[in-house]
C-alpha cells in the first residue's frame, strides 16, 4: 500500500508539475480557453487527492490497485467534487471546477476574446468567484469585472491549488488524516 501511495503522489506531482509548465506557456501566448482548461486538471487532481486522503485504509488500497491495474476510480469526477464541497471546501473549487468544463467542452465561453464572457456564466457564479479572488490573491475586482480582469489572476489560482495540493499529497504520504 505504501508503495501504491507514493507512486500515486510521484504521477500527481509529475502531472501537476507539467501543468504548470504549461499554464505559464498558455498565458503568456494569450490561450486562455487552455489557461482555463488547465487550470480545471489541476483542480481535478487536488479533488482526487483530497477525496483519497479522506478515505479509509481499506478503500484508499482499493482505489489505488484498481487505479494501478489500469481501471478509472469507480467514483466519477462529480461524486468527488460533490464530496468535497460536502467536507470542507468554500464553493470556490465547485465554481472553477464548472467553469473549467465550459472552456473542455464547446460553449459560448469559448468565444472569450470577441466578448465578454462573464455574462454567460450565473450571477452568484460571478459573485463566488469574485469574491474567492478578492479574498485569497488581494484583488479589487467587482461584479461589473470582465474576463480580462479577472483572467489575470488565473497563475494565482493555479498556484494556490498547486500548494493546498501538495500539502494534501504529504498529509497522504504521512498517513494522516
Request: hydrophobic share 35%.
Amino acid at each position: 500500500m505504501i508503495n501504491n501511495i507514493k507512486k500515486y503522489c510521484d504521477i500527481v506531482r509529475e502531472s501537476s508539475n507539467e501543468n504548470e509548465i504549461a499554464i505559464q506557456w498558455l498565458y503568456e501566448n494569450k490561450l486562455y480557453k487552455k489557461v482555463i482548461g488547465t487550470l480545471r486538471e489541476e483542480l481535478e487532481l487536488y479533488i482526487r487527492t483530497f477525496y483519497l486522503l479522506n478515505q479509509n485504509q481499506i478503500e484508499r488500497e482499493r482505489i489505488l490497485n484498481s487505479f494501478f491495474e489500469g481501471f478509472k476510480w469507480k467514483v466519477t469526477e462529480r461524486e468527488m467534487v460533490n464530496f468535497a464541497q460536502n467536507n470542507s471546501f468554500k464553493g470556490w473549487e465547485e465554481i472553477t471546477y464548472q467553469i473549467g468544463c465550459y472552456f473542455i467542452h464547446l460553449t459560448v465561453l469559448h468565444n472569450w476574446n470577441q466578448e465578454d464572457i462573464t455574462k454567460f456564466i450565473t450571477l452568484t457564479e460571478k459573485k463566488i468567484l469574485i469574491n474567492y479572488i478578492n479574498k485569497y490573491h488581494n484583488a479589487n475586482l467587482t461584479i461589473d469585472s470582465k474576463f480580462e480582469d479577472i483572467i489575470k489572476f488565473s497563475l494565482d489560482i493555479f498556484y494556490k491549488i498547486k500548494d493546498n495540493m501538495e500539502y494534501q499529497l504529504e498529509q497522504l504520504e504521512n498517513n494522516i488524516v
